[in-house]
C-alpha cells in the first residue's frame, strides 16, 4: 500500500480512508489556516487542494455571504467534497469545485480576495510556477494562507521538514509576495508552519534600463 501517494493523490478506498484520516486529524490546523485568511463577509475565496472538504466546510462558516471555489488533483476528492459543501446553507452560490492544480488556475486575473491552503503547497510544482500562478488570481491586496505540517509529505517522499519556512518565504518573496509572516505552531503530535502574505497593491514600476 503506497500510502506516501495517497497522500498527494487519495484514490480508491485506500484513499478515501486517508482523506477521512486528513479530516480527524488535521482539524485545529486547517482552522488555524482559515483564522490566518481572516475572511471577510462578501468575499470570493479558493482553497488549494481541499481534501474531503473540511476547509471548505471551515471557511463557510468563517463570515457571512462567502463565494467559495477549491481545485484538488484528486477525482476522489472532488467527488467526497460536493457532498460535503451540498449540505452548506450560509453562501450566496454554490462552492466551485474544479480537479485541478496551483500550476494551472481555471480563473481569469485577480479573482479572489483570499486564498489558502494546509498541507497542499509542499506538493505544488514546480513551487515558483504554481505561486506565480496563485498571485495572478489574487487581487491586487489579496491575501494567501498557507499551512504545512513537519511531516507533510513531498513529491519525492520526504517530508517538508523543520525548515521548510527557509523553502517557502523566498519563494513567496521571488514570486512577488509581500508582507510575508511565518511561524511554527504546536499540533497534538507534531508542528505545523503557518504562513501569510499578500500580493501588493501597487505593483512595481520597471526600471528604465540605462544606457
Given at each position: ?19 477521512a ?56 476528492m ?9 449540505r ?27 486564498v489558502c ?45 523543520p525548515?521548510?519556512?527557509a ?6 518573496a ?26 501588493a ?11
Amino acid at each position: 500500500m503506497d500510502l506516501t501517494g495517497q497522500f498527494a493523490l487519495p484514490r480508491g478506498i485506500t484513499g478515501a480512508l486517508v482523506g477521512a484520516l486528513m479530516a480527524r486529524r488535521h482539524g485545529g490546523q486547517i482552522g488555524g489556516c482559515v483564522a490566518d485568511l481572516a475572511p471577510r463577509a462578501g468575499e470570493h475565496l479558493l482553497e488549494i487542494g481541499f481534501g474531503p472538504g473540511t476547509g471548505l466546510v471551515t471557511l463557510a462558516a468563517s463570515a457571512a455571504g462567502l463565494r467559495l471555489a477549491g481545485v484538488d488533483p484528486s477525482p476522489l476528492m472532488v467527488t467526497t467534497a460536493a457532498r460535503q459543501v451540498r449540505r452548506l446553507r450560509a453562501l450566496v452560490a454554490p462552492v466551485e469545485l474544479r480537479q485541478a492544480t496551483a500550476e494551472a488556475l481555471p480563473w481569469p486575473d485577480g479573482t479572489f480576495d483570499g486564498v489558502c491552503a494546509t498541507n497542499s503547497v509542499q506538493l505544488w510544482q514546480p513551487l515558483d510556477a504554481s505561486l506565480a500562478e496563485v498571485r495572478r488570481v489574487l487581487r491586487p491586496g489579496g491575501r494567501l494562507a498557507l499551512s504545512v505540517l513537519e511531516e507533510a509529505v513531498l513529491p519525492d517522499g520526504g517530508s517538508a521538514g523543520p525548515h521548510y519556512d527557509a523553502v517557502l518565504l523566498p519563494a513567496l518573496a521571488a514570486a512577488g509576495f509581500t508582507e510575508a509572516r511565518s511561524e511554527w505552531r504546536p499540533t497534538r503530535r507534531s508542528r505545523a508552519l503557518h504562513v501569510h502574505a499578500r500580493r501588493a497593491n501597487v505593483e512595481p514600476t520597471p526600471t528604465a534600463a540605462s544606457g
